[in-house]
T-cell receptor, first 114, second 111 residues
Framework: GENVEQHPSTLSVQEGDSAVIKCTYS??????FPWYKQELGKRPQLIID?????GEKKDQRIAVTLNKTAKHFSLHITETQPEDSAVYFC?????????????FGKGTHLIIQP | EAEVAQSPRYKITEKSQAVAFWCDPI?????LYWYRQILGQGPELLVQ????????DSQLPKDRFSAERLKGVDSTLKIQPAELGDSAMYLC?????????FGQGTRLTVV
């Protein structure tokens, strides 16, 4: 199946600085790469996604980049704020299996220091 | 705003007992997923339905877990017998095209 690796597991940044989280995937047929944010005790919520026909997508302070050749994608958060503190998960579908259920990374605990 | 509904929110059960979780996806979403999330880890796909058909259950421990979506709408996930290692959050999600919307989950504790 799909193998998704996510780094780092914990990331602490000063408020106002940028944060970058990186993921790699194994299924070369994967075509959709979402990022989810999960606050403590809450459900994962989609914050941004990118499809394989584009290399970058931005939404205000959040951006995602994709390198299909290297099979990696990254989440960039600029001008971090306290409310950005959460666990972030990358994911990719396992197209090779005939379905498209998402395989998630292990998560990055982002801590915004005041 | 439409949401995925799950019940119960919390469940405590003794090991070797049976337990069941229910999910009602967003109306019109043909695809339904059950995920298990162990504390501190990412969600792990257990089973995926397309309408009433299972399209992927390769990660479902079939000796004790079962899932059904008889009419292609709501779904039930069952564990029998429950084991201590089954303690986790069980998340249901549904999608129309690609974005998966998650429910609040059922927190299962096996004692």
């Amino acid at each position: 199946g799909e193998n998704v690796e996510q780094h780092p597991s914990t990331l602490s940044v000063q408020e106002g600085d940028s944060a970058v989280i990186k993921c790699t995937y194994s299924d070369s047929a994967s075509n959709y790469f979402p990022w989810y944010k999960q606050e403590l005790g809450k459900r994962p919520q989609l914050i941004i996604d990118i499809r394989s026909n584009v290399g970058e997508k931005k939404d205000q302070r959040i951006a995602v980049t994709l390198n299909k050749t290297a099979k990696h994608f990254s989440l960039h958060i600029t001008e971090t704020q306290p409310e950005d503190s959460a666990v972030y998960f990358c994911a990719a579908p396992w197209i090779g299996g005939g379905a498209d259920g998402l395989t998630f990374g292990k998560g990055t605990h982002l801590i915004i220091q005041p | 705003e439409a949401e995925v509904a799950q019940s119960p929110r919390y469940k405590i059960t003794e090991k070797s007992q049976a337990v069941a979780f229910w999910c009602d996806p967003i109306s019109g979403h043909a695809t339904l997923y059950w995920y298990r999330q162990i504390l501190g880890q990412g969600p792990e796909l257990l089973v995926q339905f397309q309408d009433e058909s299972v399209v992927d259950d390769s990660q479902l421990p079939k000796d004790r877990f079962s899932a059904e979506r008889l009419k292609g709408v709501d779904s039930t996930l069952k564990i029998q017998p429950a084991e201590l290692g089954d303690s986790a959050m069980y998340l249901c999600a549904s999608s129309l095209e690609t974005e998966a919307f998650f429910g609040q989950g059922t927190r299962l504790t096996v004692v």
